[in-house]
């Protein structure tokens, strides 16, 4: 049995060897820039959710966050009429109705205060749909 652990564990090191490295974000965005056409369900996308990406990236850059802070544009993430969308990890934190205009307090709020922005808070029962 040792000798077979032996063997794994060997094995697994030396494919954790050949993983390409993968950058450590401190926080990492999903924004949800789903587009519907307008006779369709409400969407990100029609609810600003490009701008809202945008701008995201723009604050990032301005304030040289890139090595720390990631943000991707997503497909739908479920709570479709609540957007925009936007869930952030590690910690799990789901915003919705959010605007342009917001992506700097978020982005400062959990940068610099490790805190979530309240207001924007998506409800546990809105962002356990699927
Ligand atoms: S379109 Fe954004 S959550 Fe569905």
Redesign the pocket.
């Known amino acids: 049995m040792r000798c077979v652990m032996r063997v794994i564990k060997t094995r697994i090191s030396h494919l954790e060897s050949r993983i390409p490295f993968m950058p450590k974000y401190d926080h990492h965005f999903f924004i ?1 820039t ?1 587009t ?1 056409p307008p006779i369709a369900n ?4 029609a609810s600003n ?1 490009h701008e809202l990406f945008a701008k995201f990236r723009e604050v990032i850059e301005q304030n040289g966050w890139q090595g720390k802070i990631a943000v991707n544009a997503t497909s ?5 009429e609540k ?3 936007i869930v952030v990890y590690p910690t799990g934190v789901w915003y919705g109705n959010v605007q342009p205009d917001d992506a700097d307090e978020i982005l400062r709020s959990h940068v610099i205060d490790e805190r979530a922005v309240e207001r924007l808070l998506l409800h546990e029962d809105v962002t356990t749909l699927s």
């Open positions: 949800c789903n519907r409400p969407s990100c996308g959710g739908c993430l479920g709570p479709c957007g925009s969308i």
